[in-house]
């Protein structure tokens, strides 16, 4: 009974597809987590941070051939 989860566990896909399953697993999971909000961030902290990785952020950006700008503009729901 001690192998049980690692015996079961090839099995986790193929248990998912049944309705049941999917709830108990939800529920245990809903159980086991508790939302709380996000505490500001430091506007400081967030300057800093920026400057530190704006190099590495529009980088990324031409990488990836996406506009990243939104990243670097500083956070306006936390006005400092």
């Known amino acids: 009974l001690i192998f049980a989860?690692?015996?079961?566990?090839p099995l986790a896909p193929f248990l998912r597809r049944f309705p049941l399953v999917?709830?108990?697993r939800t529920r245990l999971l809903n159980?086991?987590?508790e939302v709380k909000p996000r505490a500001p961030m430091d506007p400081v902290l967030r300057r800093e941070l920026l400057d530190e990785f704006r190099?590495?952020?529009e980088?990324?950006?031409r990488?990836?051939?996406r506009d990243l700008s939104a990243w670097l503009e500083p956070d306006l729901?936390?006005?400092a």
């Open 31 to 33: 159980m086991n987590s």
């Open 22 to 24: 999917r709830a108990a």
């Open 63 to 65: 990488l990836i051939g």
């Open 55 to 57: 190099p590495e952020i």
């Open 77 to 79: 729901t936390n006005p």
């Open 59 to 61: 980088r990324l950006g």
């Open 5 to 9: 989860p690692r015996l079961l566990l």
